[in-house]
Structures are given as structure tokens and as C-alpha cells.
């Protein structure tokens, strides 16, 4: 899971990467995942602003319900080794909907509300307002994929804590460009709390 940053800017303090399963440090699959799954945290250090920024790149498991609980789980106690005042990023493909549950399938919104609860909040739609969220997700389809009504596949959902978001955006593929991924990308834009 890799995290990128801007070496004009920041210098690495910490990087750190884990397996999201009950070894931690041993790479095999978690609970009923389908694959091993990890997570990468890299503490970086603003050469500008003089503050500390922490950014966490995951992704979740894509059929178990448990995994995705538990590795969120297990990211969430990592960060508890953070002041709870460190601005926090926590990005990546988490499988599941944070706002209601994918229909005939066992994925709910129970991982996004264990961030939620830890004071996370989801950067595009605290910018945006949109609902329902759109999709993420498009099957390889790009524009012509046709998501459920419920906003069930906004899966890629970038989260802050104690940061303020300045804009975010779903990048969508124009109709004649064949995707590279079966995901669109997430950007967002953020700013220390307190500036502008």
C-alpha cells in the first residue's frame, strides 16, 4: 500500500507497514478475508508549516466482513500511538459503503462508522454535500457502469481527522478513454486547521 508525498515539502519521519490479520507482522490472510491485506502509515514532517501530518494508505478485504472490521480495527489501535490532536489521512479501498449497506451482499457500513467514531470524517462528501455519493467503483465499465441508486458504491472514500478539506473529486474517465482501473481515484485538497 504505497503512500507518494512531495520531498520539497515533507520529510519522512516514520513509515511503518503491517498485515492486517492477528500477526500483524506476518504476512497470510486475516479472519475470512480472500487475501492478505495490509496497511502502510508514513508520519510526515511539514518542512514548511513546522507540524506533523500522519497518512495511512489501506485496503480492505473485498468479500469478508470480519477482515474489513477487524483490519479497520487494528489501524484505528495503531493510531492510538498519535496525540489525538496529529492531522491524519487515512485512504484507500475499503469495500465497502459508508453510508448504507451493499444490498444482497454481507458488506455493511460498520467499518466506516468505527473511523467515524474515532473523529474521522469523509473528505468528499463534507466538501461536496452530494447525495447519493457517486460510485467509485465501475466494474472496468467507466461511464457506462450503472450503480444502484443508493450511493452503495462509493467505496474509495479518503478520510481527516483534525484537518480542514479545501475541495475533493471523484476523477472520472471521459467516455472514449478505456479505465485502467476498476476504481476511479479520489482527490482532495487539505489544509491545517486554522489556515487557510
Known sequence: MPVFWDTRRFD???VESFWLNNWRETKAIG???SNERAATCVELRDLQAERTVLV???HLD???EVARVRGAQLILDFLEEWPEETPMIVMGDFNSSPYRPIRRTLFTARTYGLFAQAGFM???RSVSGTWP???TFHDYQGAAYVPDEYGTWYIDWPMTRNLRVLSAEIIQNPLETPPLSDHYPVTAVVAYTGES
Open 12 to 14: 519522512r519521519s516514520r
Open 31 to 33: 479472519w475470512d478475508a
Open 122 to 124: 469523509d473528505a468528499y
Open 56 to 58: 495511512i494508505n489501506t
Open 62 to 64: 473485498h468479500v469478508g
Open 133 to 135: 455519493p457517486p460510485a
